[in-house]
């Protein structure tokens, strides 16, 4: 192993403009055309989405799944007892419903007239349980009934213009003094619309106050805020354009914003960080601004590529459910980049020298030393090698993060086992994690949905807001031998545990399918019904044919479901070992270090194993769910962990990136790995701490949403930011830093001829390769 010097005085490599240079230097110069265009390009955005954007949706389907089978043997069988399912559930508290039999006609043959409606069935003429407990369509007091109504698409997806009719429908029951209200993805629909301004709000006037605190400039504090708002509502411009051409789930507006807001802060508050630092020391405005986008512009880059690489990960998951969560996510990222890299330095063109004109306190910028007398900063060196706190170099004045890193050099081993300790100590509830889909008994009571499922609970049980509907496609059985499969398929049907009722078999009107529904003991949340419909799927149902040429299939919304947690639980990870691998391949290529992408990758995951530890005990746990709203414990909906994982990853890589770059600048300048930690974490602590506490405030403010997963994303986003810029930055990469010396920047030689260079300092040196120790 050999160790080559950095190069210092004559022998620096000399800095070239590269494109971001002079990106950033244009830009600034011509501030005026740049800021037009993003101004047109919002206006032309928001109406052209307007006039030809798409509508969200959360109609999807996984094709090749035993559910999704079995609902296409339903639709080809028997259309009416197919579709997408949903009840009208009725009550009257005062007297029987048996007294409006006419309304209830009436009401029933309305909604059969709808469009998309199979079928509707009238709870006061149906057939009821009989030979188990009550399972409906009328409770045995006679004051509670539901309408099953079967629609051939999705209800939620059918846009809420459709409820007028459905309200028209009912309407003579409600005015005979009866309650109507909404189940299932009727009731979803029915939800108000969600409105995310109070969010957004919030984590503005929170950021400002952050901004103000920390750098004391009000311009200064502004500006990231304008510019992240300008790239969010440009990216959501361009998300609804997509939306007119594939479909995207209601949520992935609400993550769009969540997270466009989120990295477009951090990215605007790095570079103007470091210009405003450029203007101190000197620099005039346009020199400034080029120099931050070749610097910390081109950092903003590579972290916004390594979050749209997680991001695109999700679609190893090979749901396009998931990955056009990603996809949705990206796109605000992609105008949060672009954004950084053309509008943030427009405005520090516009704003000049006057950007700490109005303060609130003595403007402060990165916690730098001055440069010594005599040195000559080159006008495109953002840290400036020859201004680096160095041993030989004499006594310099050094701020609190300077001498915090000290004591971490002088006992790494405590400070690593502090953080370690405290990321167990969160991380521990994952080991206890249940996915699964939140029901409606989670929703606020002002949600029709959840008064109709408290109505189903109390009258039907708890199952009743989730039946599963049994499949026998018996259309290869020899019409001599049905008689023998149905009584065998009955018998096997009996006693099935945690199955509350199952009702006898039917068959369809061809004879070629037979059909039963069961009810579980269980919420359709619990994991109770999702063993039970494992149990049918995989066990019951093909013991029942055994010996027969009939396919079985467990169907219905409760059991697509499960299929989809299924799917789920089995490829996160493989997410997880995608986003890994590509996170630890760019930090590698940039940085030229092995151990310092190996570090990098270990505690990332760590972090987010904590934050999956705080969510978990908060929501399923109960600990803080109801101060939350959230009525009761609730299972993590099975896409959240995968979710959270992707954005997390990128998200956490920012900071990584942002202080391993200033980190790797000292390093080529001194050669001295530990004043390089504790350089690069006096410069950066503040800013990252800043950009930080914003960002958590952003994602904290998505709590009060009455979308049980955002609320979920919320909390578990805000707490991965806050443990990734604390315990992480600020124990474990100082002390892991510190105790790697030397060590972190070896690459063995031939794996450093493979890797692509990349620059991550804008310095031309080709990622710094000839620092580091190769073998």
Same mark, same amino acid.
């Given at each position: 192993?050999?160790?080559?010097?950095?190069?210092?005085?004559?022998?620096?490599?000399?800095?070239?403009?590269?494109?971001?240079?002079?990106?950033?230097?244009?830009?600034?110069?011509?501030?005026?055309?740049?800021?037009?265009?993003?101004?047109?390009?919002?206006?032309?955005?928001?109406?052209?989405?307007?006039?030809?954007?798409?509508?969200?949706?959360?109609?999807?389907?996984?094709?090749?799944?035993?559910?999704?089978?079995?609902?296409?043997?339903?639709?080809?069988?028997?259309?009416?007892?197919?579709?997408?399912?949903?009840?009208?559930?009725?009550?009257?508290?005062?007297?029987?419903?048996?007294?409006?039999?006419?309304?209830?006609?009436?009401?029933?043959?309305?909604?059969? =007239?709808?469009?998309?409606?199979?079928?509707?069935?009238?709870?006061? %003429?149906?057939?009821?349980?009989?030979?188990?407990?009550?399972?409906?369509?009328?409770?045995?007091?006679?004051?509670?009934?539901?309408?099953?109504?079967?629609?051939? #698409?999705? /209800?939620?997806?059918?846009?809420?213009?459709?409820?007028?009719?459905?309200?028209?429908?009912?309407?003579? !029951?409600?005015?005979?003094?009866?309650?109507?209200?909404?189940?299932?993805?009727?009731?979803?629909?029915?939800?108000?619309?969600?409105?995310?301004?109070?969010?957004?709000?919030?984590?503005?006037?929170?950021?400002?106050?952050?901004?103000?605190?920390?750098?004391?400039?009000?311009?200064?504090?502004?500006?990231?805020?304008?510019?992240?708002?300008?790239?969010?509502?440009?990216?959501?411009?361009?998300?609804? !354009?997509?939306?007119?051409?594939?479909?995207?789930?209601?949520?992935?507006?609400?993550?769009?914003?969540?997270?466009?807001?989120?990295?477009? *802060?951090?990215?605007?508050?790095?570079?103007?960080?470091?210009?405003?630092?450029?203007?101190? $020391?000197?620099? $005039?405005?346009?020199?400034?601004?080029?120099?931050?986008?070749?610097?910390?512009?081109? @950092?903003?880059?590579?972290?916004?590529?390594?979050? *749209?690489?997680?991001?695109?990960?999700?679609?190893?998951?090979?749901?396009?459910?998931?990955? =056009?969560?990603?996809?949705?996510?990206?796109?605000?990222?992609?105008?949060?980049?672009?954004?950084?890299?053309?509008?943030?330095?427009?405005?520090?063109?516009?704003?000049?020298?006057?950007?700490?004109?109005?303060?609130?306190?003595?403007?402060?910028?990165?916690? #730098?030393?001055?440069?010594?007398?005599?040195?000559?900063?080159?006008?495109?060196?953002?840290?400036?090698?020859?201004?680096?706190?160095?041993?030989?170099?004499?006594?310099?004045?050094?701020?609190?993060?300077?001498?915090?890193?000290?004591?971490?050099?002088?006992?790494?081993?405590?400070?690593?086992?502090?953080?370690?300790?405290?990321?167990? &100590?969160?991380?521990?509830?994952?080991?206890? *994690?249940?996915?699964?889909?939140?029901?409606?008994?989670?929703?606020? =009571?002002?949600?029709?949905?959840?008064?109709?499922?408290?109505?189903?609970?109390?009258?039907?049980?708890?199952?009743?807001?989730?039946?599963?509907?049994?499949?026998?496609?018996?259309?290869?059985?020899?019409?001599?031998?049905?008689?023998?499969?149905?009584?065998?398929?009955?018998?096997?049907? @009996?006693?099935?545990?945690?199955?509350?009722?199952?009702?006898?078999?039917?068959?369809?009107? $061809?004879?070629?399918?037979?059909?039963?529904?069961?009810?579980?003991?269980?919420?359709?949340?619990? #994991?109770?019904?999702?063993?039970?419909?494992?149990?049918?799927?995989?066990?019951?149902?093909?013991? @029942?044919?055994?010996?027969?040429?009939?396919?079985?299939?467990?169907?219905?919304?409760?059991?697509?479901?499960?299929?989809?947690?299924?799917?789920?639980?089995?490829?996160? /990870?493989?997410?997880?070992?995608?986003?890994?691998?590509?996170?630890?391949?760019?930090?590698?290529?940039?940085?030229?270090?092995? !151990?310092?992408?190996?570090?990098?990758?270990?505690?990332? &995951?760590?972090?987010?194993?904590?934050?999956?530890?705080?969510?978990?005990?908060?929501?399923?746990?109960?600990?803080?769910?109801?101060?939350?709203?959230?009525?009761?414990?609730?299972?993590?909906?099975?896409?959240?962990?995968?979710?959270?994982?992707?954005?997390?990853?990128?998200?956490?890589? $920012?900071?990584?990136?942002?202080?391993?770059?200033?980190?790797?600048?000292?390093?080529?300048?001194?050669?001295?790995?530990?004043?390089?930690?504790?350089?690069?974490? #006096?410069?950066?602590?503040?800013?990252?701490?800043?950009?930080?506490?914003?960002?958590?405030?952003?994602?904290?403010?998505?709590?009060?949403?009455?979308? *049980?997963?955002? =609320?979920?994303?919320?909390?578990?986003?805000?707490?991965?930011?806050?443990?990734?810029?604390?315990?992480?930055?600020?124990?474990?990469? /100082?002390?892991?830093?510190?105790?790697?010396?030397?060590?972190?920047?070896?690459?063995?030689?031939?794996?450093?001829?493979?890797?692509?260079?990349?620059?991550?300092?804008?310095?031309?040196?080709?990622?710094?390769?000839?620092?580091?120790?190769? %073998?």
């Amino acid at each position: 192993m050999s160790h080559q010097q950095p190069a210092h005085g004559s022998g620096t490599p000399v800095r070239r403009a590269g494109v971001l240079h002079a990106t950033g230097s244009w830009c600034a110069r011509h501030f005026v055309v740049v800021i037009v265009l993003w101004i047109a390009a919002l206006v032309a955005l928001q109406a052209v989405q307007h006039a030809y954007g798409g509508d969200y949706s959360d109609n999807f389907a996984i094709p090749g799944t035993q559910s999704q089978d079995g609902l296409d043997v339903l639709e080809k069988h028997a259309p009416s007892a197919g579709g997408y399912s949903s009840q009208v559930v009725v009550h009257d508290a005062d007297k029987p419903l048996s007294g409006l039999s006419s309304q209830m006609s009436t009401v029933v043959g309305s909604l059969q =007239k709808l469009p998309d409606v199979l079928s509707a069935q009238n709870p006061l %003429t149906a057939p009821s349980s009989t030979g188990g407990p009550d399972v409906g369509p009328l409770s045995a007091d006679g004051r509670t009934a539901y309408i099953t109504v079967r629609f051939s #698409e999705q /209800p939620s997806s059918l846009g809420s213009g459709y409820l007028d009719g459905v309200d028209s429908a009912v309407r003579p !029951l409600r005015s005979a003094g009866a309650e109507v209200e909404y189940g299932g993805s009727l009731g979803e629909l029915a939800r108000p619309k969600a409105n995310d301004r109070v969010s957004e709000a919030i984590g503005f006037g929170v950021a400002v106050l952050v901004l103000l605190i920390g750098f004391g400039s009000l311009l200064a504090a502004l500006l990231p805020l304008i510019t992240a708002l300008i790239c969010v509502v440009c990216g959501l411009g361009l998300l609804g !354009l997509l939306a007119a051409a594939t479909t995207f789930a209601t949520v992935s507006p609400t993550l769009a914003t969540m997270i466009g807001l989120g990295v477009g *802060i951090d990215y605007a508050l790095f570079l103007v960080t470091r210009h405003r630092q450029n203007l101190m $020391d000197g620099r $005039d405005p346009v020199a400034a601004a080029g120099a931050a986008t070749a610097t910390s512009g081109r @950092a903003v880059l590579l972290s916004g590529c390594t979050v *749209i690489i997680a991001l695109c990960g999700l679609w190893v998951s090979g749901i396009g459910f998931i990955g =056009k969560l990603g996809v949705a996510a990206a796109v605000t990222v992609v105008t949060a980049v672009l954004g950084a890299l053309t509008l943030v330095p427009a405005m520090l063109g516009l704003t000049g020298r006057y950007i700490d004109r109005i303060h609130v306190r003595k403007p402060v910028a990165e916690v #730098e030393p001055g440069p010594e007398p005599g040195a000559e900063p080159g006008p495109e060196r953002g840290a400036r090698p020859g201004r680096e706190p160095t041993a030989e170099r004499g006594p310099t004045t050094h701020g609190t993060w300077h001498r915090y890193a000290q004591r971490v050099e002088r006992r790494p081993w405590w400070f690593l086992a502090a953080g370690v300790v405290v990321l167990a &100590v969160l991380a521990f509830p994952v080991f206890f *994690i249940q996915l699964g889909h939140i029901g409606d008994g989670a929703d606020p =009571k002002s949600f029709t949905d959840r008064r109709a499922y408290d109505l189903m609970s109390t009258a039907f049980g708890p199952g009743s807001n989730g039946p599963l509907t049994l499949v026998i496609d018996q259309s290869e059985v020899p019409q001599s031998d049905r008689s023998a499969l149905e009584s065998q398929a009955q018998q096997s049907l @009996a006693k099935v545990p945690d199955a509350a009722f199952i009702t006898p078999l039917t068959a369809t009107q $061809d004879g070629d399918v037979l059909t039963a529904t069961a009810y579980s003991v269980a919420a359709p949340q619990d #994991e109770r019904t999702t063993s039970l419909v494992n149990h049918l799927s995989d066990d019951v149902l093909p013991a @029942a044919v055994h010996g027969t040429a009939a396919d079985t299939y467990v169907t219905g919304t409760t059991a697509a479901q499960v299929d989809f947690l299924d799917i789920v639980s089995s490829r996160l /990870p493989l997410i997880i070992a995608v986003v890994v691998g590509l996170a630890f391949l760019v930090i590698l290529a940039v940085f030229r270090g092995l !151990l310092v992408a190996v570090k990098a990758a270990l505690l990332n &995951v760590l972090s987010i194993a904590a934050s999956y530890g705080v969510v978990v005990a908060v929501f399923q746990w109960g600990w803080g769910g109801p101060a939350l709203g959230v009525s009761g414990d609730v299972p993590i909906e099975s896409y959240v962990p995968m979710m959270m994982f992707a954005i997390v990853f990128g998200l956490s890589m $920012d900071y990584e990136i942002f202080l391993l770059t200033r980190i790797h600048e000292a390093w080529l300048a001194t050669n001295d790995p530990r004043a390089s930690v504790a350089h690069a974490l #006096e410069i950066t602590a503040r800013v990252i701490t800043c950009a930080a506490l914003i960002m958590v405030s952003v994602f904290a403010a998505f709590i009060i949403s009455d979308n *049980i997963v955002v =609320k979920m994303l919320g909390l578990g986003l805000a707490v991965s930011v806050l443990i990734d810029a604390t315990v992480v930055r600020l124990l474990l990469v /100082p002390a892991v830093m510190t105790l790697l010396g030397r060590a972190a920047w070896w690459t063995p030689r031939w794996l450093d001829r493979v890797l692509p260079h990349l620059d991550a300092e804008g310095s031309g040196t080709a990622g710094g390769a000839k620092a580091s120790g190769n %073998t």
